[in-house]
């Protein structure tokens, strides 16, 4: 373990990172991306694309997500988690395809990272609290040792007349505090390679001439520079550091179809804020405890735990690159079983609930000529993640949204954003509804899709409106609340897993899901009524009994899926490729 | 067994192209670089060809004697290129019959320094993903993005990995063509420096326009990528032909010298690969097979 890699140096100055641009540094061998997003936040990434290795300082900073010219990836601000592959457009990426990321922090005109950090960053005690002015900073082919050797022989007035006696100190990690009648200045090496160096010098309490201080020290810093290169011309060049790079997940060596994990609730969050978002609509923003909060999808859902130990799925209103929170709209239902009544009253500003990460069932296409957006009532929540990312990436879109009064509209400062891309339908009856709807869907074309979420009936509406005006079923995407099927749960049959080797029995009144889990086989699941589409899993052979509301009409008559939750099978057997 | 930097068998017993034969003057001496070292060849009035490891006797652009050269190395000349090999010589090359159907016009298309590895380079040409971002409003052009399902399989017989059933929307498929539309190809790959692109020929849809790239290694991560088409096309000109897929070279130039590592990665878990990758996948296990370390960071044992 080099344990100069623990420590923490500037890798780039604040000025070098100006709207939209992505700056390439270096420390230690290492390549970096260094990026800020429009919301603030400076981003350190390693310098590859995880896909095929292209350098992401060579990407466009899209001021929500970093897009890689190669192959157009795009990487959320903050996780650099992936939330888009445009060769696959109809796949929501692994959410656990994430590049490589350093710490960053931001201070004192300067950026900081480490390689492997031994503890938080500490702004040097000389600096805490003063008015600082960061230099420009001076590149130097020497040794990082032999900068800083010579980094304290470095002498300056305060005035910008001739250099005076400098008292040095030497402090632990890479700089040098020098202090001359009264100024103080820090100089720090920021090591770029074994042989090539940074210099970067911070005044403590600059005068007031700025320009002239920048000059003064520019010119006294190259002849620094001079100095430490003729003396490392001396000596043999030290060979470069070779990095290693860190192997992807063996999930991701091959192309995963789906996360293979259970229902778990493997976030912890608290209720930052929660408010009235519109008529019978809470609002809740949800901040992590201490990590950072997984990559969000356009159109993911999580898991909340309530205090009364139920759990409810919500759909994520995020818009792209929003990662420090996730927002969620919570509709109170008049005949609630618990859920929304205990989200409404019982959970404050300050608790903390357990969620499961983001799913992303409900995939938003980026390779649209047109998108339909059709929300009714609380089935906005999914909409205006999407909304917002259509938004951003200037792809044509309509967000129809049906409410029952203009009170009724939830998140107004996110519609009021999207412009003329949202037309509003309030308080309209089942026919005028379907009016609006057979307009709304009137001219279908090659490569336009639509999306909708509502409540079921209107749902069921918006899809036979659509079927009937030439929309094809593979550009109809839609999303239940939940299934209001009855479920026939009677039947018993045996469940062969392919790739498990095992056979189940599954009685009468018990789901293949829960056979599964208590046979011990780990399976994601979620809403567990077939709506969420957690628990698909791929049919072999045998004749599914579908009963979800998940799958398409065509999906169903395939028997190719199964959604394990409400599913049952026809024939005596079923073989899963579980 | 010559005294050599490189020391990879599988990259030495292997036929590597120098030049176009069309663009060789006749009796001057030539100098470049193969596998880390310093080759000579010359061709004279009578078409005799030679390679040599360079020597101070008969520098770059002395004139040429075929009698002079004591220790010649292999050659070829084939597919229109002048091959030589620095450790034992194959048989055979690949074939690529189209090359000598009489109607088809050869173009060579231009000769790039790239300074990447020769994998990298190969994988980028049987990349259709990259071509509405690369080559926008060329080869692709968002939002049609999607790459569809196709087949991939490693010929054993051939031993060559091919790509069939390839489709992919493009604006302006090839010069001679006007509008977008759905293009077919076919990718091969049968030697491990060297690509062809198979694509229905805008003019005459029975027939394949092939494209070509013939890499010659002259380091880990240094090669000169010789292009060119091979095309049923009676309507462009050899410059149009050459303009347009110099651009499209260009284009792909600073993607490819900004990959790191510069060399190919065999391990699998090195990078992510999605399902539109499922050549270069195949590509990368096939060289991983045959060992080669040459230009690669090969699988960790």
Request: proline share 6%; with cysteine; net charge negative.
């Amino acid at each position: 373990m080099n344990e100069n890699l623990q420590h923490w140096y500037p890798v780039a100055s604040s000025n070098d990172l100006p709207l939209r641009h992505v700056y390439q540094g270096q420390l230690w061998g290492r390549e970096l991306a260094v990026w800020r997003a429009d919301d603030g936040f400076v981003n350190v990434w390693e310098n590859r694309c995880l896909h095929r290795g292209v350098r992401l300082s060579i990407g466009l900073n899209e001021g929500r997500e970093l897009r890689c010219l190669y192959h157009g990836w795009r990487y959320a601000n903050r996780t650099a988690g992936c939330t888009y592959i445009p060769a696959h457009p109809a796949d929501a990426p692994a959410r656990t395809i994430c590049n490589n990321t350093y710490h960053a922090i931001e201070a004192h005109g300067l950026v900081w990272s480490s390689v492997e950090p031994m503890g938080d960053f500490a702004v040097p005690e000389a600096l805490e609290g003063q008015e600082t002015l960061a230099l420009r900073p001076i590149p130097v082919k020497a040794a990082p040792e032999l900068a800083l050797k010579h980094a304290a022989t470095y002498r300056f007035s305060a005035d910008g007349s001739a250099a005076n006696d400098t008292s040095v100190e030497a402090k632990e990690g890479g700089y040098v505090l020098l202090s001359a009648d009264g100024a103080q200045m820090m100089l720090f090496v920021q090591p770029i390679d074994a042989d090539r160096s940074v210099l970067r010098g911070v005044l403590i309490n600059p005068t007031e001439d700025h320009l002239a201080l920048l000059r003064y020290h520019n010119s006294g810093l190259s002849a620094l520079r001079d100095v430490i290169e003729s003396d490392a011309a001396k000596l043999p060049t030290p060979a470069a550091i070779e990095v290693s790079f860190s192997k992807v997940d063996a999930d991701l060596a091959a192309m995963p179809e789906r996360a293979k994990s259970g229902p778990k609730a493997e976030l912890r969050v608290t209720v930052a804020q929660k408010w009235l978002a519109s008529d019978g609509v809470m609002g809740f923003r949800l901040e992590s405890l201490n990590e950072q909060l997984p990559t969000v999808q356009p159109g993911a859902h999580i898991d909340v735990h309530m205090p009364n130990g139920m759990s409810r799925q919500y759909s994520l209103t995020n818009g792209p690159g929003e990662q420090d929170h996730y927002t969620i709209g919570v509709k109170l239902e008049p005949k609630s079983r618990g859920g929304s009544e205990c989200m409404h009253n019982a959970v404050q500003t300050g608790d903390v609930l357990a969620i499961s990460a983001p799913r992303a069932n409900f995939p938003l296409r980026r390779d649209a000529t047109q998108t339909v957006l059709v929300a009714g009532g609380i089935g906005i929540t999914p909409m205006l993640a999407m909304a917002q990312t259509l938004k951003a990436q200037n792809l044509p879109f309509q967000l129809h949204y049906f409410a029952q009064s203009e009170a009724h509209l939830s998140f107004r400062p996110i519609l009021d954003d999207l412009g003329e891309n949202l037309i509003t339908h309030l308080g309209l009856s089942p026919d005028e509804t379907g009016v609006a709807l057979r307009n709304a869907l009137a001219s279908y074309d090659y490569a336009h899709h639509l999306y909708i979420c509502g409540p079921g009936p209107m749902l069921e509406a918006t899809r036979k409106i659509a079927g009937d005006q030439g929309w094809p079923e593979e550009a109809v995407h839609f999303e239940y609340f939940k299934n209001v099927n009855t479920i026939d749960d009677s039947s018993s049959f045996e469940v062969a897993l392919a790739r498990s080797a095992l056979t189940l029995h599954v009685p009468a009144g018990k789901s293949i899901l829960d056979v599964l889990q208590e046979n011990g086989i780990e399976t994601p699941s979620s809403c567990e009524q077939g709506a969420c589409g957690t628990c698909l899993a791929t049919v072999i052979e045998g004749e599914p009994d579908h009963q979800d509301v998940y799958l398409s009409d065509s999906e169903k008559a395939s028997n190719s899926k199964i959604l394990t939750c409400v599913s049952r099978s026809k024939s005596k057997r079923l073989v899963l490729d579980i | 067994m010559l005294d050599l930097n490189c020391k990879d068998s599988v990259i030495l017993n292997q036929w590597h192209p120098l030049s176009s034969l069309e663009e060789i003057n006749k009796g001057v001496v030539h100098k470049t670089r193969l596998l880390d070292a310093s080759i000579s060849y010359g061709i004279d009035d009578e078409g005799t060809l030679s390679t040599w490891l360079s020597n101070d006797h008969l520098k770059a652009g002395q004139p040429y004697n075929a009698a002079a050269i004591t220790d010649p190395l292999p050659v070829k000349h084939a597919h229109g290129y002048l091959w030589t090999c620095l450790g034992e010589p194959p048989e055979t090359l690949f074939s690529f019959s189209e090359f000598y159907e009489s109607d088809r016009r050869n173009v060579p298309t231009g000769v790039f320094g790239v300074h990447v590895s020769a994998g990298r380079a190969v994988e980028n040409f049987l990349d259709m993903g990259h071509f509405p971002f690369v080559h926008t409003g060329i080869l692709g052009e968002e939002p049609h993005t999607e790459v569809k399902e196709y087949d991939v399989e490693v010929s054993e017989t051939r031993d060559e990995v091919v790509a069939t059933q390839c489709q992919f929307y493009q604006p302006q498929a090839a010069l001679a063509s006007k509008e977008g539309a759905m293009v077919d190809y076919i990718y091969r790959v049968p030697h491990v420096n060297c690509a062809l692109l198979y694509k229905s020929s805008p003019t005459d849809e029975s027939r394949n326009d092939v494209i070509y790239l013939f890499l010659q290694p002259m380091g880990q991560e240094q090669i000169r990528a010789h292009t060119g088409m091979c095309v049923v096309d009676d309507m462009n000109s050899h410059e149009d032909i050459r303009y347009f897929q110099q651009t499209i070279f260009g284009q792909d130039k600073p993607i490819l010298e900004n990959q790191y590592p510069k060399r190919l990665p065999l391990d699998p878990r090195a990078e992510t690969p999605i399902r539109a990758d499922k050549t270069a996948i195949a590509f990368r296990r096939w060289l991983s097979r045959k060992g080669l370390t040459y230009g690669v960071i090969p699988v960790e044992a």
